[in-house]
């Protein structure tokens, strides 16, 4: 029997707009989860105009993402998902981000400050971390 038009084949791609209004919505929620202040969310998510910011933040479902700030959710969710992993209490894993570490890679500093160095880097960097952890390797 054929299926109405309307359905999705399983081998279609989210759009990117479908991407970009996921990863919105959660980050938003992650960013509540940490506290984040609005400038925080703005510099993790590289710095878009305050205006966009909010239009983002008010209608996820209307935004379409670049790249950038694609990779950069990405990441983010990475790292928060590796903390719930690492850390099973969900007020630790919230917690973590903005807490003085002592791990080399953030000498003293949380791994929020670092995050906010505004680079994608800094995110992939972080994320790695929290990877090695899971595994083992740090």
Excluded: C
């Amino acid at each position: 029997m054929q299926n109405t038009a309307h359905a999705v084949k399983a081998h279609d791609k989210p759009s990117s707009r479908d991407l970009s209004a996921a990863g919105l919505r959660a980050f938003f929620n992650i960013a509540r989860d940490w506290g984040l202040n609005t400038d925080e969310q703005m510099v993790l998510l590289g710095t878009p105009g305050r205006s966009t910011f909010f239009k983002w933040k008010s209608a996820p479902e209307h935004a379409d993402l670049k790249r950038d700030t694609l990779e950069r959710l990405s990441y983010i969710l990475g790292i928060y998902k590796a903390l719930q992993v690492l850390l099973p209490a969900t007020a630790a894993a919230d917690a973590w981000v903005k807490k003085p570490n002592t791990a080399p890679l953030f000498g003293g500093s949380s791994a929020l400050e670092r995050m906010l160095g505004g680079n994608v880097a800094d995110l992939l960097a972080v994320r790695q971390y929290l990877d090695a952890r899971r595994g083992g390797w740090a």
